[in-house]
Protein backbone atom coordinates (compact mmCIF):
# COMPACT_ATOMS: atom_id res chain seq x y z
CA UNK A 1 0.00 0.00 0.00
CA UNK A 2 1.36 3.00 -1.08
CA UNK A 3 0.89 6.42 1.21
CA UNK A 4 1.18 9.62 -0.38
CA UNK A 5 1.76 12.99 1.48
CA UNK A 6 1.67 16.83 0.94
CA UNK A 7 2.03 19.65 3.56
CA UNK A 8 1.30 23.30 3.61
CA UNK A 9 -0.14 25.98 4.77
CA UNK A 10 -3.43 28.03 3.86
CA UNK A 11 -4.65 31.10 4.93
CA UNK A 12 -8.13 33.15 4.87
CA UNK A 13 -8.95 36.74 5.15
CA UNK A 14 -12.11 38.39 5.32
CA UNK A 15 -14.17 41.91 6.01
CA UNK A 16 -17.72 42.14 7.13
CA UNK A 17 -19.05 45.89 7.42
CA UNK A 18 -22.54 46.39 8.52
CA UNK A 19 -24.00 49.31 6.37
CA UNK A 20 -25.84 52.24 7.43
CA UNK A 21 -29.25 50.19 6.16
CA UNK A 22 -30.71 48.06 9.24
CA UNK A 23 -30.02 44.84 8.19
CA UNK A 24 -27.86 44.87 4.84
CA UNK A 25 -23.97 43.68 5.21
CA UNK A 26 -21.71 43.45 2.63
CA UNK A 27 -18.70 40.59 3.00
CA UNK A 28 -15.31 40.29 0.69
CA UNK A 29 -13.35 37.09 1.25
CA UNK A 30 -10.35 35.78 -0.34
CA UNK A 31 -9.70 31.98 0.53
CA UNK A 32 -6.56 29.77 0.46
CA UNK A 33 -3.96 32.10 -0.07
CA UNK A 34 -0.90 29.77 0.30
CA UNK A 35 1.21 27.15 -1.00
CA UNK A 36 1.88 23.40 -0.95
CA UNK A 37 4.25 20.93 -1.12
CA UNK A 38 4.84 18.12 -4.10
CA UNK A 39 2.38 15.43 -3.65
CA UNK A 40 4.33 12.67 -4.67
CA UNK A 41 6.08 14.04 -8.11
CA UNK A 42 2.92 16.24 -9.09
CA UNK A 43 2.49 20.16 -7.83
CA UNK A 44 -0.66 20.97 -5.42
CA UNK A 45 -1.75 24.00 -5.68
CA UNK A 46 -4.61 25.40 -3.32
CA UNK A 47 -7.83 26.49 -5.21
CA UNK A 48 -7.44 30.13 -4.01
CA UNK A 49 -10.75 32.13 -4.45
CA UNK A 50 -12.24 35.24 -4.17
CA UNK A 51 -15.99 35.89 -2.42
CA UNK A 52 -18.44 38.93 -2.45
CA UNK A 53 -21.53 39.82 -1.97
CA UNK A 54 -24.06 41.29 0.33
CA UNK A 55 -27.09 39.86 3.02
CA UNK A 56 -29.85 41.50 4.42
CA UNK A 57 -31.76 39.87 7.54
CA UNK A 58 -35.31 40.90 8.15
CA UNK A 59 -37.30 40.34 11.24
CA UNK A 60 -40.90 39.44 10.48
CA UNK A 61 -43.09 42.09 12.75
CA UNK A 62 -45.14 40.54 15.41
CA UNK A 63 -43.58 36.90 15.04
CA UNK A 64 -40.84 35.22 16.20
CA UNK A 65 -39.18 35.01 12.39
CA UNK A 66 -36.25 36.37 11.02
CA UNK A 67 -35.25 35.87 7.16
CA UNK A 68 -32.12 36.27 5.67
CA UNK A 69 -31.10 36.68 2.08
CA UNK A 70 -27.83 36.29 0.70
CA UNK A 71 -26.08 36.33 -2.50
CA UNK A 72 -22.46 36.41 -3.66
CA UNK A 73 -20.36 36.54 -6.66
CA UNK A 74 -17.26 33.76 -6.66
CA UNK A 75 -14.28 33.59 -8.55
CA UNK A 76 -11.13 30.96 -8.47
CA UNK A 77 -8.18 32.92 -9.52
CA UNK A 78 -6.74 30.14 -12.17
CA UNK A 79 -9.72 29.57 -14.38
CA UNK A 80 -11.80 31.79 -16.28
CA UNK A 81 -15.34 30.41 -14.48
CA UNK A 82 -17.53 32.77 -11.88
CA UNK A 83 -20.55 31.59 -10.18
CA UNK A 84 -23.30 33.29 -8.73
CA UNK A 85 -24.16 31.65 -5.16
CA UNK A 86 -27.41 32.29 -3.37
CA UNK A 87 -28.97 31.67 -0.34
CA UNK A 88 -31.82 32.02 2.11
CA UNK A 89 -32.46 30.96 5.62
CA UNK A 90 -35.21 31.40 8.20
CA UNK A 91 -35.15 31.12 11.93
CA UNK A 92 -37.94 30.10 14.21
CA UNK A 93 -37.99 31.58 17.50
CA UNK A 94 -33.50 31.78 17.87
CA UNK A 95 -34.06 28.07 17.85
CA UNK A 96 -34.54 26.21 14.03
CA UNK A 97 -33.62 27.77 10.96
CA UNK A 98 -34.34 26.19 7.46
CA UNK A 99 -32.28 26.79 4.43
CA UNK A 100 -32.19 26.90 0.92
CA UNK A 101 -29.39 27.72 -1.47
CA UNK A 102 -28.17 27.43 -5.34
CA UNK A 103 -24.90 27.80 -6.95
CA UNK A 104 -24.58 28.39 -10.85
CA UNK A 105 -21.75 27.47 -13.17
CA UNK A 106 -21.21 24.21 -12.01
CA UNK A 107 -22.03 21.26 -14.07
CA UNK A 108 -22.49 18.74 -11.39
CA UNK A 109 -24.30 20.57 -8.41
CA UNK A 110 -26.84 23.62 -7.98
CA UNK A 111 -29.74 23.25 -5.57
CA UNK A 112 -29.05 22.48 -1.76
CA UNK A 113 -31.21 22.24 1.53
CA UNK A 114 -30.37 22.70 5.52
CA UNK A 115 -31.37 22.44 8.61
CA UNK A 116 -29.97 23.87 11.88
CA UNK A 117 -30.84 23.81 15.37
CA UNK A 118 -29.88 26.28 17.98
CA UNK A 119 -29.55 25.26 21.78
CA UNK A 120 -28.12 27.93 24.72
CA UNK A 121 -24.17 27.92 22.90
CA UNK A 122 -24.42 24.89 20.95
CA UNK A 123 -25.53 24.81 17.01
CA UNK A 124 -25.93 21.70 15.22
CA UNK A 125 -25.97 21.98 11.15
CA UNK A 126 -27.15 19.67 8.42
CA UNK A 127 -26.77 20.31 4.16
CA UNK A 128 -28.39 18.73 1.97
CA UNK A 129 -26.01 18.77 -1.72
CA UNK A 130 -27.22 16.21 -4.31
CA UNK A 131 -25.30 15.79 -7.35
CA UNK A 132 -25.83 14.98 -10.75
CA UNK A 133 -24.29 12.71 -13.19
CA UNK A 134 -24.35 9.75 -11.09
CA UNK A 135 -21.68 11.37 -8.49
CA UNK A 136 -24.17 10.80 -5.26
CA UNK A 137 -25.49 13.07 -2.58
CA UNK A 138 -23.33 15.03 0.10
CA UNK A 139 -24.82 14.84 3.56
CA UNK A 140 -22.91 17.70 6.09
CA UNK A 141 -22.74 17.90 9.69
CA UNK A 142 -21.12 20.36 11.81
CA UNK A 143 -21.06 21.08 15.52
CA UNK A 144 -20.41 24.51 16.67
CA UNK A 145 -19.58 25.58 20.60
CA UNK A 146 -19.75 29.10 21.30
CA UNK A 147 -17.98 30.43 24.40
Known amino acids: MFTDEATGYGFDFGLNHKTQLQGLTLSIVIKNIG?????????????????VGPSYVVSIEDSDFELTIATELQKYFDTDDIHLNFGTEIIYNKLIA??????????????????????????????????????????????????
Open 35 to 51: SMNSLRNVETKLPAEFR
Open 98 to 147: LRGGYQSGYESKDFSAGVGLFWGNLKFDYAFLPFSFGLGNANLFSLQFKF
